[in-house]
């Protein structure tokens, strides 16, 4: 599954020194959040977790694998129709191979969630 | 005690339709649950023929929510409540399953405070250690 152009789409993209941050779109009316829960849509937290791994392929032009979750914390839940446009920071260093990317998905003032993983390339 | 593998699982889970992410919630006792579940192809966590990491951190949350919904619905005759991850860490995945696959995941509960569970898992194929690691997951009460 990719949630890409599907579950969310990217609205704009913007660097500052070492980050880089992305503005998406959720889509409200996607079948995850009938499901998810049914009459209470809230984004799944595993979907973060994915939309922070196709945000960092999509930066590197690479296949990732997630090999470890340093942590990642959830503090908020999104309501895709309150928050239809959230933002995700992400800060990539690469070490040994591995791609260390810290992340924070946020709206204004609200941080939603914070992630710390590392990942390895998928070799193709 | 082991469970009837006839009982339906999203009787125990506040996820429905394509999110259900266990089979069948296999064992349970005061500390621990045990689940099943087969990787198909039309699985929504399923990219060609490999079961993604999210999928393999739903499967565990929802191994944890199904004891929780059992121990609500069938033990405290009450109603089936809403979790959330609030926290996943030290968490390590060795690779992704495939389709065809069956996952064996156990969770351990490490810790209850308030309506917050912590919980210590482990995902197995044929004995295979294939995930393991923390995760807190919070209980509400209404929406």
Known sequence: ?124 | MDLNPDMNVRELLPQQGRFVMIDRLRHLDETAAVSSMTVKGDNIFVDGDVFSEAGIIENIAQTAAARMGYIGKYINRGEVKIGYIGEIKNFVIERCPRTGEELTTSVEIAGEIFSTLMVQAKVTVNSELIAHGSMKIAVIDTP
Do not use: W
């Open chain 1, 1 to 124: 599954m990719k949630l890409r152009d599907d579950f969310f789409r990217i609205l704009a993209a913007q660097t500052c020194q070492d980050q880089i941050e992305y503005s998406i779109r959720l889509d409200s009316g996607h079948s995850i959040y009938r499901d998810h829960f049914p009459g209470n849509p809230v984004t799944p937290g595993v979907c973060i977790i994915q939309t922070v791994k196709e945000l960092s392929e999509e930066n590197l032009n690479r296949a990732l694998f997630l090999h470890r979750i340093a942590r990642v914390r959830y503090f908020k839940a999104i309501n895709p129709v309150d928050n239809e446009i959230i933002n995700v920071s992400l800060n990539i260093s690469e070490k040994d191979g591995y791609y260390n990317v810290n992340a924070r998905v946020f709206a204004d003032e609200t941080v939603f969630a914070q992630l710390s993983m590392i990942f390895g390339s998928v070799s193709v």
